[in-house]
């Protein structure tokens, strides 16, 4: 084989490979990519049942209610003018409070409950979810207590 | 005074390197011998002045001079020392300066130890170095001076971020910042051998022990904020795909792959236009990193710094730099040589094979992580791209270059047979067969990917010894016992996260105290829960005594987590708690107290989760001996006439 030739054949099997490659991530972002919804487009659009999204807004307050068990909450998320109930398992993280921005990764359930399987609070008064900066949650005066401190 | 010092040291370096470069640019047009004199001392001047505005830096934060606004944005008066001095790279000015720094020192070090490259080349190196250095020096001066005073002066600072208030912090970043800034002497070095026209084995024999020194830091750089991220935010996990991580992983595959290529264009001479391309990759995926990082585009605890224009600052510099580089590679690729031919069952063969998975895993990275950013910037779409599908996507590759690393050492240049590689992998194949057999029989209930997965490492651990067999060991180069090592903490690092990931146990319970509970082999029980005290925190703390469940002699450790209130921001952090055995560990995490008195306890037992963090320090040391391998002059000699045996 001609050193030409051997050039040429790497490189189809190099662009070949990334084929390969971008044709698995492609497929994989469809079934993966979680989209990003608030309440209210929760409300508006039918989303798959178990299918994984993430949903963003604000822990309404007076929301927050322990289960029996003592370490599963419920609580609703709002924006603007819609509502969502949440079910979470687990240690909830340090800046988890009402009347607080908050961006829950999971999925709905039959009843329409949103169940997640991790949620995230500001990290710190500088923080705050990239979902969240842009989100009206109408409640401005505690919008600008909780999220953009 | 000091931060004036610094400031002018800062100025000075950038004024050396536009000089640097411009005596570089009249050597490369008249070849007078005259210039070379002035080009190494202003390189390494260059490079001390910067150390010098860092050190200056580190003092005022040590000091806690309030009047530098860094400084009292960033730190306290009551910060712990270590704190502070981590506190200089804690944020954003601080960390580019860190950064800068290192480049300009990278530009030092070749003019100080690098011998290999002809006398044009060598200076082509310099200047594109130069060049490099002056456009991040731009960036600091005009968009980010970390010196700018502030007056009047507040009396206490408004401190920095608890998460970064550890130990982690301290090393964390600079190790990472010398493997990203170190691929910079990769990229100068194939861009000054594009300029100078020479591009053989002696350019990547010259490239060789630079990008491995690079790749050494990245890999321990990396496995360090793993385990930040593992026990200081309490979460369980080891990696979670965040965008900033994903910006450290990037380089470190680019890297990763570029050594494997550059061991065959310095030994065979052949694949050079790849192992060009992959040295301009490896230094475009860490400025990339920078720009996802430093632009605040991803918001999350990395991003100190919401500031459009410093992004579209490193973004523009991105831009020139690579497009700059690529650019030149379109017109001078015509000009390379052809390497020299292989079989494709053969060494070359198989590392081309390690590429080409490299950077489809690369590729995978790259658009998971990018893509939420086109998405809404050009579709106004909120998308979040997470672990399911970095998983998902890039296992099957994983998968398959470990299976690709059980042959591939193994097989000789140019070319080989099917037979005799057959003979030499049937070991570890039927170990891995066995284990599989073994496991579907012992553990019937584990997926078949976690069986799979620590089958693969398994067969691994013993086919990374498989190049040593038939071998004279005294004679045996020490690259050889490098690749053998690293490749061997390969398969413990996968072992570790295959174990992790199939074999975690949870517990996750409301307790009272004097409640006993059993997780794994262990018994646990909430002994007390009491208040205590830092530096620069109170904390609640549970006392847990843990002993094993089948052991009467009584032995009993504790776990003591925290809630941590701390003060200067005031800011609560949990602080996960550790047990460490050579198998695995048990991480609790203590949650909040619930209206009936009992206390949210969460518990894992973690198997072999350490051997992940254990097997990347293995890769590391694997490099650092072939390192060793590579500058020793004794041994030089001998692999010259010899290379890579």
């Given at each position: 084989?001609?050193p030409?030739?051997?050039?040429?054949?790497?490189?189809?099997?190099?662009?070949?490979?990334?084929?390969?490659?971008?044709?698995?991530?492609?497929?994989?972002?469809?079934?993966?990519?979680?989209?990003?919804?608030t309440?209210?487009?929760?409300?508006?659009?039918?989303?798959e049942?178990?299918?994984?999204?993430?949903?963003?807004?604000?822990?309404?307050?007076?929301?927050?209610?322990?289960?029996k068990?003592?370490?599963?909450?419920?609580f609703?998320?709002?924006?603007?003018?819609?509502?969502?109930?949440?079910?979470y398992?687990?240690?909830?993280?340090?800046?988890?409070?009402?009347?607080?921005?908050?961006?829950?990764?999971?999925?709905?359930?039959?009843d329409?409950?949103?169940?997640?399987?991790?949620?995230?609070?500001?990290?710190?008064?500088n923080?705050?979810?990239?979902?969240?900066?842009?989100?009206?949650m109408?409640?401005?005066?505690?919008?600008?207590?909780s999220?953009?401190? | 005074?000091?931060?004036?010092?610094?400031l002018?040291?800062?100025?000075?370096?950038?004024?050396?390197a536009?000089?640097?470069?411009?005596?570089?640019?009249?050597?490369?047009?008249?070849?007078?011998?005259?210039?070379?004199?002035?080009?190494?001392?202003?390189?390494?001047?260059?490079?001390?002045?910067?150390?010098?505005?860092?050190?200056m830096?580190?003092?005022?934060?040590l000091?806690?001079?309030l009047?530098?606004?860094?400084?009292?944005?960033?730190?306290?008066?009551?910060?712990?020392?270590?704190?502070?001095?981590?506190?200089?790279?804690?944020?954003?000015?601080?960390?580019?300066?860190?950064?800068?720094?290192?480049?300009a020192?990278?530009?030092?070090?070749?003019?100080?130890?690098?011998?290999?490259?002809?006398?044009?080349?060598?200076?082509?190196?310099?200047?594109?170095?130069?060049?490099?250095?002056?456009?991040?020096?731009?960036?600091?001066?005009?968009?980010?001076?970390?010196?700018?005073?502030?007056?009047?002066?507040?009396?206490?600072?408004?401190?920095?971020?608890?998460?970064?208030?550890?130990?982690?912090?301290?090393?964390?970043?600079?190790?990472?910042y010398?493997?990203?800034?170190?691929?910079?002497?990769?990229?100068?070095?194939?861009?000054?051998?594009?300029?100078?026209?020479?591009?053989?084995?002696?350019?990547?024999?010259?490239?060789?022990?630079?990008?491995?020194?690079?790749?050494?830091?990245?890999?321990?750089?990396?496995?360090?904020?793993?385990?930040?991220?593992?026990?200081?935010?309490?979460?369980?996990?080891?990696?979670?795909?965040?965008?900033?991580?994903?910006?450290?992983?990037?380089?470190?595959?680019?890297?990763?792959?570029?050594?494997?290529?550059?061991?065959?264009?310095?030994?065979?001479?052949?694949?050079?236009?790849?192992?060009?391309?992959?040295?301009?990759?490896?230094?475009?995926?860490?400025?990339?990193?920078?720009?996802?990082?430093?632009?605040?585009?991803?918001?999350?605890?990395?991003?100190?710094?919401?500031?459009?224009?410093?992004?579209a600052?490193?973004?523009?510099?991105?831009?020139?730099?690579?497009?700059?580089?690529?650019l030149?590679?379109?017109?001078?690729?015509?000009?390379?040589?052809?390497?020299?031919?292989?079989n494709?069952?053969?060494?070359?063969?198989?590392?081309?094979?390690?590429?080409?998975?490299?950077?489809?895993?690369?590729?995978?990275?790259?658009?998971g992580?990018?893509f939420?950013?086109?998405?809404?910037?050009?579709?106004?779409?909120?998308?979040?791209?997470g672990p399911?599908?970095?998983?998902?996507?890039?296992?099957?590759?994983?998968?398959?270059?470990?299976?690709?690393?059980?042959?591939?050492?193994?097989?000789?240049?140019?070319?080989?047979?099917?037979?005799?590689i057959?003979?030499?992998?049937?070991?570890?194949?039927?170990?891995?067969?066995?284990?599989?057999?073994?496991?579907?029989?012992?553990?019937?209930?584990?997926?078949i990917?976690?069986?799979?997965?620590?089958?693969?490492?398994?067969g691994?651990?013993i086919?990374?010894?498989?190049?040593?067999?038939?071998?004279?060991?005294?004679?045996?180069?020490?690259?050889?016992?490098?690749?053998?090592?690293?490749?061997?903490?390969?398969?413990?690092?996968a072992?570790?996260?295959?174990?992790?990931?199939?074999?975690?146990?949870?517990?996750?319970?409301?307790?009272?105290?004097?409640?006993?509970?059993?997780?794994?082999?262990?018994?646990?029980?909430?002994?007390?829960?009491?208040?205590?005290?830092?530096?620069?925190?109170?904390?609640?703390?549970?006392?847990?005594?843990v002993?094993?469940?089948d052991?009467?002699?009584?032995?009993?450790?504790?776990?003591?987590?925290?809630?941590?209130?701390?003060?200067?921001?005031?800011?609560?952090?949990s602080?996960?708690?550790?047990?460490t055995?050579?198998?695995?560990?048990?991480?609790?995490?203590?949650?909040?107290?619930?209206?009936?008195?009992?206390?949210?306890?969460?518990?894992?037992?973690?198997?072999?989760?350490?051997?992940?963090w254990?097997?990347?320090?293995?890769?590391?040391?694997?490099?650092?001996i072939?390192?060793?391998?590579?500058t020793?002059?004794?041994?030089?000699k001998?692999?010259?006439?010899?290379?890579?045996?």
């Open positions: 084989m001609k030409k030739h051997q050039r040429l054949l790497l490189a189809v099997i190099a662009v070949i490979g990334l084929l390969v490659a971008s044709l698995i991530a492609i497929n994989a972002l469809s079934d993966e990519a979680s989209y990003f919804y309440p209210a487009t929760l409300n508006d659009q039918e989303v049942i178990g299918k994984a999204i993430r949903l963003g807004g604000m822990v309404k307050q007076g929301s927050i209610q322990s289960a068990d003592g370490v599963t909450i419920n609703i998320v709002q924006d603007k003018d819609q509502e969502q109930l949440v079910r398992t687990g240690v909830t993280p340090n800046l988890f409070v009402e009347g607080s921005g908050v961006v829950a990764d999971g999925r709905l359930d039959k329409g409950i949103f169940i997640a399987d991790n949620l995230l609070a500001k990290h710190d008064e923080y705050v979810p990239r979902e969240l900066q842009d989100i009206d109408g409640n401005s005066q505690a919008l600008e207590k999220v953009i401190q | 005074m000091t931060a004036e010092a610094g002018i040291a800062l100025w000075l370096a950038a004024a050396l536009l000089l640097q470069f411009t005596v570089s640019c009249f050597y490369m047009r008249t070849e007078d011998e005259n210039l070379l004199k002035i080009i190494n001392p202003i390189a390494i001047v260059q490079g001390l002045l910067c150390l010098l505005s860092f050190a830096l580190t003092l005022l934060f000091d806690t001079d009047s530098v606004l860094l400084v009292a944005q960033n730190s306290h008066i009551d910060k712990p020392w270590i704190f502070k001095l981590a506190g200089t790279w804690g944020n954003h000015e601080g960390s580019m300066l860190l950064w800068v720094s290192i480049l020192l990278s530009g030092a070090a070749i003019a100080l130890f690098e011998k290999r490259l002809d006398q044009k080349t060598f200076t082509a190196t310099l200047m594109v170095q130069a060049f490099v250095s002056f456009g991040f020096y731009a960036f600091l001066l005009f968009s980010s001076n970390p010196f700018e005073r502030l007056n009047p002066a507040p009396r206490e600072g408004s401190g920095l971020n608890p998460l970064l208030q550890d130990i982690g912090l301290a090393f964390h970043p600079p190790t990472l010398f493997g990203y800034v170190g691929l910079s002497i990769a990229f100068s070095v194939a861009v000054g051998g594009l300029i100078s026209g020479t591009i053989n084995s002696a350019l990547a024999r010259a490239m060789r022990p630079w990008a491995l020194l690079a790749w050494i830091f990245l890999t321990l750089g990396i496995a360090a904020g793993s385990y930040w991220a593992y026990y200081e935010l309490g979460w369980g996990g080891w990696w979670f795909w965040d965008p900033v991580e994903n910006a450290s992983l990037m380089p470190w595959i680019a890297a990763t792959a570029l050594l494997h290529s550059i061991a065959v264009m310095a030994t065979r001479d052949a694949l050079r236009s790849w192992t060009i391309i992959l040295a301009l990759v490896g230094f475009a995926m860490s400025m990339a990193g920078t720009f996802l990082v430093r632009s605040g585009i991803l918001t999350s605890v990395h991003a100190f710094a919401v500031d459009p224009e410093r992004g600052f490193i973004l523009a510099l991105m831009v020139i730099n690579v497009a700059g580089a690529l030149l590679y379109a017109l001078r690729i015509n000009q390379v040589r052809q390497g020299k031919v292989f494709l069952l053969s060494r070359e063969g198989a590392i081309v094979g390690n590429n080409i998975l490299l950077v489809s895993i690369l590729a995978i990275v790259f658009v992580t990018l939420p950013l086109f998405a809404e910037a050009f579709a106004d779409q909120k998308i979040s791209v399911p599908y970095f998983n998902k996507a890039t296992i099957p590759f994983i998968f398959l270059l470990m299976i690709l690393l059980w042959a591939g050492p193994l097989l000789r240049w140019r070319q080989d047979n099917a037979e005799r057959g003979k030499k992998v049937i070991t570890s194949s039927i170990t891995a067969i066995v284990f599989i057999i073994i496991m579907a029989v012992v553990l019937p209930d584990t997926p990917f976690s069986m799979l997965a620590i089958a693969l490492s398994i691994l651990a086919a990374s010894f498989m190049p040593l067999m038939g071998r004279k060991l005294r004679r045996t180069p020490l690259p050889i016992y490098g690749m053998v090592i690293a490749h061997f903490g390969i398969a413990i690092c072992f570790g996260m295959a174990a992790e990931s199939g074999f975690s146990k949870q517990l996750l319970k409301s307790v009272d105290i004097g409640d006993s509970e059993v997780i794994a082999d262990f018994n646990v029980k909430l002994k007390n829960v009491v208040p205590t005290i830092g530096d620069n925190w109170v904390a609640t703390q549970a006392i847990i005594e002993s094993d469940k052991d009467r002699a009584d032995e009993v450790e504790m776990l003591q987590p925290e809630q941590r209130l701390f003060f200067n921001p005031n800011q609560e952090t602080e996960a708690a550790l047990m055995r050579w198998n695995g560990q048990l991480y609790a995490v203590l949650g909040k107290q619930n209206a009936d008195g009992k206390w949210q306890l969460r518990i894992w037992w973690k198997p072999f989760v350490t051997w992940i254990y097997g990347a320090v293995i890769i590391a040391l694997g490099g650092l072939a390192l060793i391998g590579r020793n002059r004794r041994r030089k001998h692999e010259e006439a010899n290379p890579w045996a």
